[in-house]
């Protein structure tokens, strides 16, 4: 993985040079110099990725790389902070403190030469050093590794798979499905797909009902020949003539030999979605039942085989779990009862992996079994499983889904290790620290995509990967939150700290220890409440300027934490700080003014913290990009905010007062997302004016009652107009007039797509549901604690064409819902929760084609009787929408 740390860092330094061009006018031809030398350090890593890392010239030229690329950014940054500050000062101050430009980036050039020449001297020698092309020896490691990955789990009695076995084989056989299927087994590795596709595979129900059964492993490196051979060899007589054949003439071959049978084939581990096509010609459909049988860690693989979805498969169960662990450690035997409660808690830290269920009980079986010995594994499980010989296994088939990545997604992956363990990650904090990190580039030809839209693919593709488990998801379908396996969290530590990438830190010596290190990681993950003061009161090493990236996950969260982070780490890109269990009245040290580089900066939490006010120094860091303060601040936003022309992301969720430009000419003109602004006389003004030309999320909120009456709601209403990009509105506490044309411009309502409503009040709701229908792509409409007049909903026909999710919570008014045919045609998620008026729900709802899931809860009780037929009668006519009844 070092390759891709050093690329990124190159990468990045080549990209600073050239943006910041005017900072580096007196040392232009150092800088060009530095250019030429960094393009030539990463074309070499590119070139030499995945070849030749086993040579110790090739990895310790890598880590010089690493080094000069490192120090250069360390002398980047120098220079620039100096000549920012310069550019800050008066006259008078820039004469007296000026410095030499040209001695500041000397070292670093002289540096560069040498390692040009080793690279210059490794491409001499291509053959020597295993670049030219992958060796014989990585192909026999990487099928060794196969082979170990199979013994792992198939060695083992099965456990747990009952349910999926019964699941998938009735599938297998069902006879109303004659045409050839593609099914496909997905989930991470470890999890125990083999083992599965093996039980089914062994099933003498399967063996009776096909007439050819076949098992062919398929792996990363695999070869589309010899599989076909394999195959082959399955159904009949493969004889000289055979093997001469061409690579087309053998597929022929083979769909001769299958013609008019009933075939099974199982085909383990699939790591690329070309496959199928590749083969799929082999296999005829003759209408009898065929059935192919894939498994693999990437959803994409199954997508590209099949219409039919896969079969995700789950984790143990602790009980399962524990059985496992048991058949491994005792091998028959019974756990004595002494060990059993220590036991159980071994296994369920496992988190449900039969891999590491597997490689801990063949730890275990060669220990001595008593409780003192098992006691040493609690809470350290899964360093034996990364860092121990005996299961370095475990970390090393875990590592080929890393090694299996893109270029582009190996950085995100690694970076998911920053957050604690069995930390709920919100799927937004992670796509903005990958954004302010620098990780995501927007490619040309991406139309219409910025920076959040690339990272949101890039979270769901390593979802497909099943290296990041979803743990829900918003109402439009994308991710709201995530979560990691331990064992992948801890191999991503474990890989980033030996490459400076980043390190996670837990206890206050640690941190004392790696701030004094002479080569300090790029990114510090700081967890659990550290003792700041002591280590504050030692002496750290002038090498803590280089970290790029601090985060601080913490419920003993003061002043002088803040002030002793902007203090060490002068030049930090990134700062975050989750706290939990917090209340207290906070100020924004003045360090934080001196951070210039910083792109990033959060406060999160979830008690109400009060922050006495919003400093204008903060409005002055020349990069900042995302501002995240959870909690109230007591006075407005100061009018600097104008001059932030970096600002892209403003969440204040707590809520703040914005005032208009002082000057004409000011606006955010790279604000994307505004969320939560209270709204007063003056707030349509901010809007008419043009302020905030790319918004794509707005939410505004009364959060004072009564202060935003029917006219002021009206005017900021017809202010929006404006925002040509908008996409995403979000009202709280609006109280509207009986009669408003929502959004009449059909020109700026083209890109709404998600409309919330909070505690509002609307006197004819009818009238806003006709002005909401309108809308030509509202896709996701939320009303939550409405208070109307009026008792009925009406839908006409043509209403809401392209609206998918529809939410009605605590509309308590509400007591009947008429729906018009042809009206919301493509809804799919409807959710009634608190409606407790409600006596109907229209008939002509269950006749909408493309509706998928309805969720009621809390309702009336007849309403909730007349569901629960309604439920059965679904299920008796196997209905495609899911009815849940809570």
């Given at each position: ?77 120098t ?17 007296l403190?000026?410095?030499d ?101 062994n ?34 007589q ?9 690579d087309?003439?053998?597929k ?44 693999s ?6 997508s ?6 896969p ?55 060669n ?16 360093w ?12 090393d ?119 004094n ?80 580089f ?5 406060r ?39 001059m ?51 918004l ?10 009564d ?66 229908g ?26 809401f ?74 299920k ?11």
């Amino acid at each position: 993985m070092a390759d891709v740390v050093v690329s990124f860092a190159l990468e990045n330094l080549k990209t600073l040079l050239i943006h910041e061009a005017n900072l580096f006018r007196r040392v232009k031809d150092d800088v060009n110099l530095l250019q030429d030398d960094f393009g030539i350090m990463d074309a070499f890593l590119k070139d030499s990725e995945g070849k030749g890392d086993d040579h110790y010239m090739v990895k310790e030229l890598i880590n010089q790389i690493r080094d000069t690329a490192f120090d250069a950014e360390d002398v980047i940054n120098t220079y620039m902070a100096q000549v920012i500050k310069q550019r800050r000062r008066n006259l008078l101050l820039k004469l007296l403190h000026c410095f030499d430009h040209a001695a500041v980036l000397h070292h670093v050039a002289e540096k560069t030469p040498s390692v040009k020449r080793k690279i210059e001297n490794i491409y001499a020698n291509k053959t020597i050093f295993g670049i030219e092309a992958q060796s014989h020896a990585d192909e026999e490691a990487e099928q060794s590794l196969q082979q170990q990955r199979r013994r792992n789990i198939e060695e083992e009695d099965v456990v747990g798979f009952g349910d999926d076995t019964a699941k998938l084989v009735d599938q297998l056989l069902d006879q109303g499905r004659l045409q050839r299927e593609v099914i496909s087994i997905i989930g991470m590795g470890g999890l125990g797909k083999t083992t599965l596709a093996r039980k089914i595979y062994n099933n003498s129900v399967i063996k009776n009902h096909f007439d050819h059964c076949v098992w062919v492993n398929v792996s990363q490196e695999y070869k589309t020949r010899m599989l076909i051979l394999d195959i082959l060899k399955c159904v009949g007589q493969v004889s000289d003539e055979t093997n001469k054949m061409s690579d087309e003439q053998l597929k022929g071959e083979l769909r001769e030999k299958l013609k008019g049978k009933r075939y099974f084939v199982v085909m383990d581990d699939v790591w690329k979605p070309q496959f199928w096509d590749e083969i799929r010609t082999c296999f005829p459909n003759d209408s009898n039942g065929s059935r192919i049988l894939i498994t693999s860690r990437e959803k994409e693989v199954a997508s590209n085989a099949s219409s039919t979805p896969p079969y995700f498969l789950p984790f143990l169960d602790e009980e399962a779990s524990w059985e496992l662990l048991c058949k491994k450690v005792f091998r028959g035997e019974k756990c004595p009862s002494n060990l059993e409660s220590l036991g159980r808690q071994l296994a369920e830290s496992c988190k449900g992996l039969p891999l590491s269920i597997v490689v801990l009980g063949g730890i275990l079986a060669n220990k001595e079994k008593t409780h003192q010995r098992w006691s040493n594994f609690i809470g350290n499980v899964n360093w034996f499983l990364i860092n121990d010989d005996d299961s370095k296994r475990c970390s090393d088939i875990l590592a080929l889904s890393y090694n299996h990545l893109p270029r582009k997604l190996r950085l995100c992956f690694l970076y998911v290790g920053v957050f604690p363990e069995d930390f709920l990650i919100p799927a937004r904090d992670l796509i903005q620290l990958w954004v302010a990190e620098g990780f995501i580039s927007v490619q040309n030809g991406r139309r219409n995509m910025d920076e959040i839209d690339v990272a949101e693919n890039y979270l769901e593709k390593l979802i497909d990967r099943s290296l990041i488990q979803i743990a829900s998801r918003r109402s439009d379908g994308g991710v709201k939150s995530c979560r990691i396996h331990d064992l992948l969290r801890d191999l991503c530590i474990k890989m980033s700290s030996q490459e400076k990438f980043y390190e996670v830190h837990v206890n206050s010596a640690y941190v004392r220890r790696s701030l004094n290190n002479r080569r300090i990681p790029r990114r510090l993950s700081i967890q659990g409440n550290i003792d700041f003061d002591s280590i504050s009161s030692t002496s750290t090493s002038n090498n803590s300027s280089s970290v790029g990236s601090l985060l601080l996950f913490t419920s003993d969260f003061r002043f002088n934490h803040l002030k002793w982070a902007s203090k060490n780490f002068r030049f930090i890109r990134l700062l975050s700080v989750v706290v939990n269990d917090l209340n207290l009245d906070l100020n924004f040290p003045k360090e934080v003014g001196q951070l210039v580089f910083l792109r990033g900066q959060w406060r999160g939490g979830y008690a109400v913290n009060v922050w006495k006010s919003f400093p204008a120094f903060i409005c002055k860091l020349p990069y900042l990009e995302t501002i995240h303060v959870q909690g109230w601040i007591e006075m407005s936003i100061p009018n600097e905010i104008w001059m932030m022309k970096q600002l892209r992301h403003l969440y204040i969720p707590c809520g703040i007062a914005l005032k208009s430009p002082s000057k004409v000419g000011h606006s955010l003109s790279n604000l994307k997302v505004l969320s939560l602004v209270h709204v007063g006389e003056k707030t349509s003004i901010l809007f008419q004016k043009s302020l905030f030309p790319n918004l794509r999320k707005l939410h505004l909120g009364n959060l004072v009652q009564d202060v935003v009456d029917e006219s002021m709601a009206s005017e900021i209403l017809a202010s929006l107009e404006s925002l040509r990009n908008l996409q995403t509105l979000k009202l709280r506490m609006f109280k509207f007039g009986q009669r408003l044309d929502l959004f009449s411009s059909s020109s700026s309502s083209s890109k709404l797509t998600k409309i919330t409503f909070v505690d509002c009040e609307y006197l004819d709701s009818n009238h806003l549901m006709g002005s909401l229908g309108k809308l030509a792509n509202l896709r996701i409409l939320k009303i939550r604690g409405w208070r109307i007049s009026t008792s009925q909903l009406h839908f006409m026909a043509g209403e809401f064409p392209q609206l998918e999710v529809f939410k009605m919570i605590g509309l308590r008014d509400i007591e009947t819902w008429e729906l018009e045919t042809h009206a919301m045609p493509n809804l799919k998620h409807l959710v009634i929760d608190r409606c407790t008026s409600l006596r109907n729900l229209p008939d002509e709802l269950w006749s909408l084609a493309n509706l998928r899931m309805v969720e009621v809860s809390n309702i009336e009780t007849d309403l909730k009787e007349k569901l629960v037929i309604k439920q059965s009668e679904m299920k008796e006519n196997g209905y495609s929408c899911k009815l849940i009844i809570n």
